[in-house]
């Protein structure tokens, strides 16, 4: 599988999600479990998406190389400096990196049993549906078409 981080990007971006969700007690941060796999997988599949977060990580090593330093190299403070200026002027790749990063790290099976939960799908041990029941679809028919024929 070709990857779309480097090693640097990855050194970087590691740094960064241990920031937006950083180790407390028994729970890791996002970047010491892999959560950088599950961007790499997202960026991978999606040009936009590649160009948003390569665009965003320069973002982030420049705005730390204006304070003298490198993103990793900085105090837990500094980083967070930074990301909050990156979060101001760059919020539409901020966005979608919060979004992807919670996505991963919460759906990430060590964070999952961590968290007490059970490593599955929520069917079919979720709200039993009876086969041929559309009883909760009613308030959706009652409302009647809403598009248009072709």
Same mark, same amino acid.
Not at 33 to 61: K, M, Q
Not at 100 to 116: D, F
């Given at each position: ?14 740094? !960064? ?7 407390? @007690?028994?729970?890791? @941060? /996002?970047?010491?479990?892999?959560? =950088? ?5 997202? %960026?991978?599949?999606? $040009?936009? *998406? +590649?160009?948003?977060? %390569? +665009? ?7 705005? =730390? ?5 490198? &993103? !990793?190299?900085?105090? @837990? ?14 919020? %539409? ?10 996505? @991963? ?6 964070? !999952?049993? %961590?968290?007490? *939960?059970? $490593? ?13 029941? &559309?009883?909760? *679809?009613? /308030? ?5 078409? =809403?598009?248009?024929? =072709?």
């Amino acid at each position: 599988m070709a990857t779309f981080l480097s090693a640097d990007q990855r050194a970087l971006l590691d740094a !960064v999600l241990d920031r937006l969700i950083p180790s407390t @007690g028994t729970m890791p @941060g /996002a970047g010491q479990v892999g959560t =950088a796999d599950y961007l790499d997988i997202v %960026a991978g599949e999606s $040009p936009r *998406l +590649a160009r948003l977060f %390569a +665009a965003g990580l320069r973002s982030i090593e420049t705005a =730390a190389v204006r304070r003298d330093s490198s &993103f !990793v190299q900085m105090s @837990g403070d500094q980083q967070d400096d930074v990301l909050r200026h990156v979060e101001s002027s760059k919020s %539409a790749f901020f966005e979608i990196l919060l979004l992807h990063t919670y996505n @991963g790290y919460y759906s990430n099976p060590e964070i !999952v049993e %961590a968290l007490g *939960l059970e $490593p599955r799908p929520p069917q079919p041990r979720g709200h039993e549906v009876e086969f041929g029941d &559309f009883s909760a *679809l009613e /308030a959706v028919t009652s409302r009647g078409q =809403a598009f248009r024929e =072709a």
